[in-house]
């Protein structure tokens, strides 16, 4: 099983309508959860991120966390075809003196049709 | 403002022969991580620096690789004897504070597309 784990996709989602992007991760003790957005032949850049359970809202951007049963979702809502990208989900493992790594997901290709 | 930089933006090295990839962080940013990023792949961790101090290199495939940041600012990741499996996308990116905590966006350089012939 991966440390975080996202559908590949592609996720296709006609325009107007929303985007639910889902994250699991498999180390309880995680605790800050990031999205990123790829545009493809681009380097990530962060949408969101969230640590306590629960929604955080963000414009269009929603992200979602459920610490109990580990998952992270990302909601795009009245989506626009400048969202199609593909988006990352990364969770920091649990921080010690010696540890500073982010774990990512491979990404969720999203496309949105005119 | 000026981001990230990385160069060479495009590298194709032979089997065998070393390759340096330089990258340039937002001035000030303390925290500087590199990452390996194949086709299809989310970006994998390979090593970060706070200032100088190199203080997590796990990620680091094997002993061909290295890197380096002695003056806390401009960093170098060097492969020894490349092969075909490092061709990859090199991704550095930069943090203004240490570690990976929630206020502690990470910016991330263009990358540098190396492909071992």
């Known amino acids: 099983q991966k440390e975080v784990e996202q559908n590949s996709g592609p996720l296709s989602v006609p325009e107007g309508a929303i985007a639910s992007l889902n994250c699991t991760y498999s180390?309880?003790?995680?605790?800050?959860f990031f999205w990123y957005r790829q545009y493809s032949g681009k380097s990530p850049e962060l949408i969101m991120f969230i640590y306590s359970n629960g929604d955080k809202e963000d414009g269009r951007f929603t992200a979602q966390l459920n610490k109990a049963s580990q998952y992270v979702s990302l909601l795009i809502r009245d989506s626009q075809p400048s969202d199609s990208a593909t988006y990352l989900c990364?969770?920091?493992?649990?921080?010690?003196?010696?540890?500073?790594?982010?774990?990512w997901g491979a990404g969720t290709k999203l496309i949105i049709k005119p | 403002g000026a981001g990230v930089s990385q160069s060479p933006r495009y590298k194709v090295a032979k089997r065998g022969q070393d390759v340096a990839l330089r990258c340039d962080p937002i001035s000030g940013h303390v925290s500087l991580f590199w990452y390996q990023q194949a086709l299809g792949q989310g970006p994998e961790f390979l090593t970060y620096f706070q200032n100088e101090a190199q203080l997590d290199k796990s990620g680091l495939p094997s002993d061909r690789f290295f890197a380096e940041r002695p003056e806390g600012s401009v960093s170098t990741l060097k492969i020894q004897r490349t092969q075909q499996e490092d061709s990859a996308v090199y991704l550095c990116a930069s943090s203004l504070i240490s570690g990976t905590g929630i206020y502690n966006e990470q910016f991330f350089g263009p990358g540098t597309r190396l492909t071992v012939l």
């Open positions: 180390d309880r003790g995680s605790q800050s």
């Open positions: 990364a969770v920091n493992r649990p921080p010690t003196d010696s540890n500073y790594q982010l774990i």
